[in-house]
């Protein structure tokens, strides 16, 4: 089945890319608008969260209880967050509501009422998620692992501290809202059953008023590395692991894409029989590929006890160290499969496909088709991958844990012999 795929960008900067998947009766979209926390002060930390919170109270002519209302009136399932890069809208709908749906959206970009009677409403939501972080030490350890492996502010995550989010007006939120709610560079992508020429239409006519803010400027610092501990009661001992790696648009992201997979996807990876399953180390053990615009990692965590941890970051280590001595052909094969089966089902899914296609185009600018990526899987080998963890071998990690007693760690990742 051919892709159906379209692109336009607006006098503003606006681009709307779109796939069609006729055979569906829903529509879904993802809106990414340039304001992510990178794009912070760093006193302001929390700023886009508390700003993404307020917007959704009402826009246009619609207060807080009426838009959530027409919302629901129109079967739509919404979501809103905030990254390093974006504040991020998105919902999935009848196809017949997505015209209504995006008026409300652009009501909500170009005209919100960022109402200062709820502003403390608001900054009480966004708290929740700081005191959450603190109850939750995986997420914590996570968050601190990205702040000390990447410069700052690209390490961030987007929830602030009590400390900033408590010191936050309402003229801060709607200066970061007409700052950074810019439509330069902004993506709309839109999946579904629709109809191009209707839908750009739509579009133009919802959102052809959107105005430009100021450019972004980011100031970033030399990340520092190496390994760091924070000490808390508890039995348990949570483990994180950063390295370099290339991000989404390298051509061979693929190669190390698939090489994390052999150490990570599924029951038959290497951490979950070689730390999980024969030595019983850890309750959850992953790796993962993590992707920046211009940047990239691989990021792995480990759940176990406090009597257990040091063995468990040697093992984990180790396991690191052995992947880049060189994969098999029976353990990419595997994981083969697994990825074309995943890409079979993003293609029956409007919100999977709508979120594809915008993270497509913010880091490669094109929608990568979905039989080039099937392709790209295809060639994948344990020679191919084996060339290139050969040529990338990390000299160095970056270490964090979190748990009663620190651990003892070497602070280069040995060469393999």
Same mark, same amino acid.
């Given at each position: 089945m051919s892709q159906k795929t379209y692109s336009h960008q607006f006098p503003s900067g606006l681009t709307l890319v779109a796939e069609e998947m006729d055979w569906l009766e829903s529509a879904a979209f993802a809106l990414l608008v340039p304001a992510g926390c990178a794009y912070e002060p760093a006193t302001r930390l929390g700023l886009g969260n508390l700003t993404c919170?307020?917007?959704?109270?009402?826009?246009?002519?619609?207060?807080?209880?009426?838009?959530?209302?027409?919302?629901?009136?129109?079967?739509?399932?919404?979501s809103a967050s905030v990254s390093i890069a974006h504040t991020s809208f998105g919902g999935s709908m009848p196809a017949e509501s997505l015209p209504q749906v995006l008026a409300l959206y652009g009501d909500l970009i170009q005209r919100p009422h960022l109402p200062e009677d709820q502003l403390?409403?608001?900054?009480?939501?966004?708290?929740?998620?700081?005191?959450? !972080?603190?109850?939750?030490?995986?997420?914590?350890l996570m968050l601190t692992l990205r702040r000390r492996h990447y410069a700052e502010p690209w390490g961030r995550g987007p929830?602030?501290?009590?400390?900033?989010?408590?010191?936050?007006?309402?003229?801060?939120?709607?200066?970061?809202?007409?700052?950074?709610?810019?439509?330069?560079?902004?993506?709309?992508?839109?999946?579904?059953?629709?109809?191009?020429?209707?839908?750009?239409?739509?579009?133009?006519?919802?959102?052809?008023?959107?105005?430009?803010?100021?450019?972004?400027?980011?100031?970033?610092?030399?990340?520092?590395?190496?390994?760091?501990?924070?000490?808390?009661e508890s039995n348990q001992t949570?483990?994180?692991?950063?390295?370099?790696?290339?991000?989404?648009?390298?051509?061979?992201?693929?190669? !190390?894409r698939g090489a994390v997979g052999v150490l990570s996807d599924g029951m038959s990876s290497r951490l979950f029989t070689e730390v999980r399953?024969?030595?019983?180390?850890?309750?959850?053990?992953?790796?993962?590929?993590?992707?920046?615009?211009?940047?990239?990692?691989i990021l792995a965590y480990a759940g176990t006890?406090?009597?257990?941890?040091?063995?468990?970051?040697?093992?984990?280590?180790?396991? !690191?160290?052995?992947?880049?001595?060189?994969?098999?052909?029976?353990?990419?094969?595997?994981?083969?499969?697994?990825?074309?089966?995943?890409? !079979?089902?993003q293609q029956e899914s409007s919100p999977s496909r709508a979120s594809s296609i915008a993270l497509d185009w913010y880091y490669l600018a094109r929608i990568r088709p979905l039989?080039?990526?099937?392709?790209?899987?295809?060639?994948?080998?344990?020679?191919?991958?084996?060339?290139?963890?050969?040529?990338?071998?990390?000299?160095?990690?970056?270490?964090?844990?979190v748990g009663p007693e620190p651990l003892v760690w070497l602070p280069t990742l040995p060469a393999s012999g």
């Open positions: 919170e307020m917007s959704q109270r009402g826009a246009g002519q619609r207060d807080s209880r009426q838009f959530l209302a027409d919302l629901e009136n129109l079967g739509a399932e919404m403390e409403d608001a900054r009480l939501s966004v708290l929740q998620e700081v005191r959450a !972080i603190e109850d939750d030490l995986a997420q914590k929830q602030g501290t009590e400390e900033t989010l408590g010191s936050l007006t309402i003229g801060d939120v709607r200066d970061h809202w007409q700052q950074r709610y810019s439509p330069q560079d902004a993506i709309l992508s839109v999946a579904g059953k629709i109809n191009w020429p209707v839908l750009l239409d739509h579009v133009a006519n919802s959102f052809g008023g959107w105005k430009a803010g100021q450019p972004a400027r980011v100031s970033e610092t030399t990340p520092p590395r190496g390994y760091h501990h924070e000490t808390v949570h483990i994180g692991v950063a390295l370099d790696a290339v991000n989404y648009a390298h051509p061979d992201y693929f190669q !190390i399953e024969k030595r019983g180390l850890v309750y959850t053990v992953y790796a993962t590929c993590h992707s920046l615009k211009d940047r990239g990692g006890t406090a009597e257990r941890a040091q063995e468990t970051l040697d093992v984990l280590s180790a396991e !690191i160290r052995r992947l880049y001595a060189g994969i098999t052909d029976d353990e990419i094969n595997r994981l083969k499969g697994r990825i074309k089966r995943a890409l !079979i089902i039989a080039e990526l099937s392709q790209i899987i295809d060639n994948l080998s344990a020679q191919s991958i084996n060339r290139y963890l050969a040529a990338n071998v990390p000299r160095e990690m970056t270490v964090c844990t």
